[in-house]
């Protein structure tokens, strides 16, 4: 996510996912971004990497539990409409 600061030439960078070779791991980054004289971005930031299967597995079963509760609803909405 970039933010751009009012009244500044900056961006802030908030989880940037950096683009790799390998897909085996995710790598976001977190820092600060600005235009350079050839028109190309400077960026000083902090990266962060790893598999973050633990937070993949989080998301998916709170996506799936959402899921559940909205086919549930729209189940009761066609047998209430039966």
């Known amino acids: 996510m ?15 996912k950096v683009e790799t070779v390998d897909d085996q791991y995710n790598i976001y980054d977190i820092g600060v971004e600005q235009p350079g004289e050839d028109g ?4 000083d930031s902090v990266c962060v ?7 993949k597995s989080l998301v998916k079963s709170l996506d799936a539990k959402a899921e559940a509760k909205k086919a549930s609803a729209a189940d009761a909405h066609s047998a209430a409409a039966a």
């Open 2 to 16: 970039l933010i751009k600061i009012p009244g500044q030439d900056l961006n802030l960078r908030f989880f940037e």
């Open 40 to 43: 190309k971005a400077i960026i």
């Open 49 to 55: 990497g790893g598999s973050f299967s633990y937070a």
